[in-house]
């Protein structure tokens, strides 16, 4: 005969809790229900744990009928978390129950617009992926659209990539090891890398020592890698070294990096192979914005390892090198092209009314002051306004006239490739600096011309076009899903509109800058999540119009985020709370538009709420 089963030994004696899902997403509701003793509780407690067994909720529920409801915002760290409920008369707890909280990145709106162009991106760029094992190990990385190397992969095609692919991108840094493992003795970088584990050089470029340390310091920035960063910094430093060391890469006049007479960063020369023969030399705005953006890098990545002296060293050599390429190159209105070193004639054409592609990282690398940036994007809407061309994305503008004779290809006659032609790159860039420096009009312009441009092409996108928006082909190898040109856009859209940047590397410090004011979007969902870690930053904008506040709900895996959002023209705040508090703020203006800046701690889930008048 079964004997009769002791109550206490059954779930009746310990309470019970059961969430509505067992998976969720940062900031999705979870609902709880929880159930009470067999001989009956008015209350009970819950504590809710994240990953890391952070305690980011804790209430008291009131039991009626000796069952309760709660609910609760998912924050904190991503994987396994834990709900405990304790009763009255114990200290520990009587059960738990575990949900999964993870994410990916994502934009919600409602609005295609916004919401398909991370996947859509994402989709075109893998089929760009390249998974090679050479001689020397794995290699992972992206080719271009139209690159000749279809078995091989240039540094340049693949770093370009990395504000898109760092967000869903597992083996970030296998390809950059073996290009530490490809340097040359004398510290040079090779350009690319075959899969039989052979490399190459375009001789004529001066640019691709900065690729690499620009190429180590963002993927460190995702991985969080300290002690791959160790090893490679000697690299790093050793490929700097080189470049003025080489003097055909190093003009001591200027104290600048100097090149062949490129196409701005491209890699032939006028009436020339693509071999460098010392005949022609120019110092190029484009290679000073990325060495002065690299040496600042350098200064970041020895500060965060503790070698601060090592770190102001380099960024004092780079506020020196930012001044000495102003002085050079800055015409008033604009970043020249380029400066001659060795006497060339233009017959019957100014060079200097040239706007090179390499001004539109002036802006985004810092090279450019903020009435510096301003000018340069107005003088391209200007631009765009005269010609009448699809698109202000140009590689120069106005390219090399045909009757100069300095280009052999079909492809390059002016108004072509990188001798005029249209580059999605350029434009994602110049978008980003709209959005970075108060022409967040002009950005949200900019941005709907590449989205209606998606549209029209079913999300073909090349290397470039001819002026009136025609694709260019010079290759048999082209492809309508341009990496280097879609990461850039999508940028804008991460960091530009959602206003999502990572300060610091694995999100530790955030700057994060909604700007969806300048749209009519009014709810808005963003994320940010790096797949090869769980570092992750999620929010939820409300946008009330009808009492002139702000909602503001966010979480995240780091410690700290500066809050820097855009508001509606004619807004003014009057008071921030955050997570119920009041909270000092400061108005920020960028030329015509206001913005709304505090700082808040990022532990578990968080609140704020912005009143305007």
């Not at 690159?147 to 970030?172: K, N």
């Not at 002051?369 to 809407?381: K, L």
């Not at 963003?526 to 946008?543: E, G, H, P, W």
């Not at 703020?585 to 700082?599: A, D, T, W």
């Amino acid at each position: 005969m079964t004997s009769k089963r002791p109550l206490e030994a059954t779930m009746s004696a310990y309470g019970d809790l059961v969430t509505d899902r067992r998976s969720y997403r940062p900031l999705d509701k979870v609902l709880v229900q929880v159930a009470g003793r067999y001989r009956g509780d008015q209350n009970c407690r819950i504590c809710v744990c994240d990953a890391q067994l952070q305690s980011y909720y804790e209430t008291k529920v009131e039991l009626s009928d000796n069952r309760g409801e709660i609910s609760f915002q998912a924050a904190g760290a991503l994987g396994v978390q834990w709900i405990y409920l304790y009763f009255p008369d114990s200290d520990r707890h009587r059960r738990y129950a575990n949900f999964l909280v993870d994410c990916e990145t994502s934009i919600e709106t409602g609005n295609p617009d916004y919401d398909q162009l991370y996947a859509m991106t994402k989709e075109a760029l893998q089929l760009s992926r390249r998974d090679f094992t050479t001689p020397s190990g794995r290699f992972v990385g992206y080719i271009s659209g139209d690159t000749w190397q279809i078995d091989g992969v240039w540094l340049r095609d693949w770093i370009y990539q990395l504000p898109a692919y760092c967000w869903w991108e597992h083996q970030m840094a296998c390809g950059l090891d073996r290009f530490l493992q490809a340097q040359n003795p004398d510290g040079s970088v090779p350009d690319g890398i075959k899969r039989d584990g052979s490399t190459w050089r375009m001789a004529v470029e001066s640019d691709v020592e900065y690729i690499f340390v620009l190429g180590v310091y963002q993927t460190w920035k995702v991985t969080g890698d300290d002690q791959w960063l160790k090893q490679a910094l000697p690299h790093l430093e050793k490929a700097l070294k080189y470049v003025q060391n080489d003097p055909r890469r190093w003009d001591r006049g200027h104290q600048l990096v100097q090149r062949g007479h490129t196409c701005d960063t491209w890699d032939f020369e006028i009436r020339e192979s693509s071999e460098f023969v010392g005949q022609r030399a120019v110092v190029a705005t484009c290679d000073q914005s990325g060495y002065y953006f690299a040496y600042q890098a350098m200064a970041q990545m020895y500060r965060h390892l503790g070698e601060n002296q090592r770190g102001d060293e380099f960024h004092h050599r780079a506020e020196g090198y930012r001044k000495r390429a102003n002085d050079l190159l800055w015409d008033g209105i604009k970043y020249l092209h380029h400066v001659h070193l060795t006497p060339i004639e233009h017959p019957r054409f100014d060079e200097s009314q040239q706007l090179a592609m390499g001004n539109v990282w002036a802006i985004t690398r810092g090279l450019a002051d903020h009435p510096q940036a301003v000018s340069i994007i107005n003088e391209y809407r200007r631009r765009h306004q005269q010609t009448g061309d699809a698109f202000p994305w140009w590689s120069l503008q106005p390219g090399y006239p045909d009757e100069l004779d300095y280009y052999d290809g079909p492809y390059c006659r002016q108004g072509g490739y990188a001798n005029g032609g249209l580059m999605p790159w350029v434009g994602g860039e110049l978008c980003r600096g709209c959005f970075e420096h108060g022409m967040e009009e002009y950005g949200l312009e900019l941005y709907r011309q590449y989205i209606e441009h998606l549209r029209r092409t079913g999300n073909q996108v090349h290397v470039w076009y001819w002026p009136d928006g025609e694709p260019g082909f010079r290759t048999t190898n082209e492809v309508p899903h341009t990496g280097w040109g879609m990461a850039q856009w999508l940028e804008v859209l991460i960091e530009g509109l959602a206003g999502l940047k990572d300060i610091s590397g694995q999100m530790k410090r955030m700057e994060v800058s909604p700007r969806w004011t300048i749209t009519s979007e009014k709810e808005v969902r963003a994320t940010v999540r790096y797949a090869v870690n769980d570092c992750y930053f999620s929010y939820r904008l409300q946008i009330d119009e009808t009492t002139k506040t702000l909602r503001l709900q966010y979480t995240g895996s780091g410690q700290f985020v500066f809050f820097r959002i855009l508001l509606p023209q004619g807004w003014v705040p009057q008071s921030v709370r955050v997570k119920g508090a009041p909270s000092e703020f400061q108005q920020g203006k960028i030329e015509e538009n206001l913005y709304v800046e505090f700082p808040c701690s990022v532990e578990g889930f968080g609140e704020a709420e912005i009143v305007c008048s």
